[in-house]
T-cell receptor
């Protein structure tokens, strides 16, 4: 069974640009959540999707958005990039609400 | 208040020795779950072990065991017979339901474990 797949692995952007990150969950998993990881703030919850609906959202500005498709694949978009958005973005999937999270390898975003 | 507290930023352990990584949590929920994840330098978060709040026995997964002390609100990870490949960041996390009834997972700040040959 394939794990959680995140693309791209690395991304370099400049301030003001926008970026889209992709996450394909484990087959059969309907819940996808996103986390931002930085050395200073640690792992912070961005949002969670279940069956194409956003169920929960962390404390991030509206520049951070996401969506989930009918095949459970999810995308995360960050508009008007700022230097502080440089981070490792991790996606996790789970089969039901109370199941453990399985993570992808992450997308390392660098904003110059 | 921090939901998950890991007080050890870094730890060293001799190869083949056991090591305990500390984790305390704060919740008013009766039903919650506690996880430990390992993050090697590659970045991927690897699930290690899970303990439900109603589980009476401590969880074990191979060389990993979770020392769950509910009254103290602690969920320490014990790694037996440390191996060089155990060198990584270790994160404690808690799943609970938020005010909307949806699950929310909060992570600690992590402990960097280095295994010495």
């Amino acid at each position: 069974k394939a794990g959680v797949t995140q693309t791209p692995r690395y991304l370099i952007k400049t301030r003001g640009q926008q970026v889209t990150l992709s996450c394909s969950p484990i087959s059969g998993h309907r819940s996808v959540s996103w986390y931002q990881q930085t050395p200073g703030q640690g792992l912070q919850f961005l949002f969670e999707y279940f069956s194409e609906t956003q169920r929960n959202k962390g404390n991030f500005p509206g520049r951070f958005s996401g969506r989930q498709f009918s095949n459970s694949r999810s995308e995360m978009n960050v508009s008007t990039l700022e230097l502080g958005d440089s981070a490792l973005y991790l996606c996790a999937s789970s089969s039901t609400v109370n199941e453990k999270l399985f993570f992808g390898s992450g997308t390392q975003l660098s904003v110059l | 208040a921090q939901k998950i507290t890991q007080t050890q930023p870094g730890m060293f352990v001799q190869e083949k020795e056991a090591v305990t990584l500390d984790c305390t949590y704060d919740t008013s929920d009766q039903s919650y779950g506690l996880f430990w994840y390992k993050q090697p330098s590659s970045g991927e978060m690897i699930f290690l072990i899970y303990q439900g709040s109603y589980d009476e026995q401590n969880a074990t997964e191979g060389r990993y065991s979770l020392n769950f002390q509910k009254a103290r609100k602690s969920a320490n990870l014990v790694i037996s017979a440390s191996q060089l490949g155990d060198s990584a960041m270790y994160f404690c996390a808690m799943r609970e339901l938020d005010s909307g009834g949806y699950q929310k997972v909060t992570f600690g700040t992590g402990t960097k474990l280095q295994v010495i040959p």
